[in-house]
């Protein structure tokens, strides 16, 4: 049997609205979010959705889940030096980001939870640290309370990367808004998408002004007009602007939001009542406090070598198990090297910080130990059936 592996979770579900939505901006011939013949005003749209959704009052469209990560630091004067504490497990773009504002990720160990282990983030905090981003990795927060707790005591921003959990909730709050900012991202593989794109949410509006003169190229715009295009007050920024298109994909998407959670979250609902009777596999742990996008199953094994067991024999199935990773982003080149674009090599020239993959143990014991399986919405009852008789095939073969 064949069994649906697309991770593109959102994309699935691309259909009638997002081809109408699509087909009226053409028309409309405005494909600028701030002016045209007949501008639809499909960004702000999207923006006031968004704030409605998450409950929050500012939101900025922006072009993708990096540039909002880069804009939340932007947003909070996080660069030069700066420390910003992180887990290596997760994709590259939440350190690049950090770099990019001249800002230096520090890598803090996960838990068995696959996200930072809060018990570890007090004892990598210095005098440079300025802020501790809490990435919500496969649908699922971070324990939030703990780390607000230490932000307090340190007096730290929480940038939350929800790129892989947007409407995932934590204590029944968004994700996304628990700390100060919460930068999102629509690329195709997200719970919702318009390709590449992506969104930072706050309720603090002076990080939400600042970061919004950066992404229009440091220009203050009132509305649609941009005054400093005359008068010359722009200040140091970037482009960073959404277009009306890449929202008319959003905001059809976003209206399916719930839609999406629930298929998710019912297909993951087969899979945990089987793994609840038995005791033999042990899944990723989920906080009381959470309720998960559930993207993918993670389970967790003794050892490597019955992990590379289980893989092996759902790949002799047919069934696509795989690791998340093979390695930590602490360990890729531009940590490992500390290899900054420029010939000054900065910004790895203003710290100290030594990167070593040892540095977090439990990371690299857990990748090699957990098995991942992407939920694909195309899945049917029928995938769903037969990969459980082989699970419990393995089951009877090893117990
Ligand atoms: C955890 C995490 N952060 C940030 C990003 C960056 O998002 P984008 O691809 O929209 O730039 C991703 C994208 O996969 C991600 O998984």
Known sequence: MKIPNNPFIGTNYIGFKEKINVLKVLNSKSLFRYHGPKLLFMTDKLENMLKKYLNVKYVLACTNGASALKLSCIAYGI???DEVIMSP??????????????????????????NIDPKKIEEAITKKTKAIMCIHMQGQCCDMNPILNI????????????????????????????GNIGAFSL???????????????????????KAKDFHDNGGHRIGCDYPTWTNGGTSYGENYKMTELQSAVAVAQLSKISKI??????????????????????????????????????LKFKTDVECNDFIKFMHENGIPFNKY??????????????????????????????????DCPRAIELINQTAWFNLSSQLKCKHVKYIISKMEDFRVERQ
């Open 89 to 114: 497990f997760t994709f590259i773009a939440s350190a690049s980001s950090v770099l990019a504002c001249g800002a230096i990720p520090k890598f803090v160990d996960i838990d068995e939870t696959m």
């Open 79 to 81: 660069g030069n030096g």
């Open 151 to 178: 932000a307090k005591k340190h007096n730290l921003i929480i940038i939350e990367d929800t790129a892989q959990a947007f409407g995932s909730e934590y204590d029944n709050k968004k994700s996304g808004i628990i």
């Open 187 to 209: 690329q195709a593989g997200k719970t919702i998408t318009c390709g590449e794109g992506g969104f930072i949410a706050t309720n603090d509006y002076e990080a939400y002004q």
């Open 261 to 298: 959670i629930n298929r998710q979250n019912k297909l993951f609902e087969y899979f945990e009542n089987y793994f609840k009777n038995i005791n033999f596999y042990t899944m990723r742990p989920n906080l009381s406090t959470n309720k998960n996008i559930n993207v993918s199953i993670c």
């Open 325 to 358: 990773c093979t390695k930590l982003i602490n360990s890729y080149d531009v940590f490992k090297k500390k290899q900054g674009p420029h010939k000054s090599n900065y910004p790895f020239n203003l710290t100290d910080v030594q990167y070593s993959e040892s």
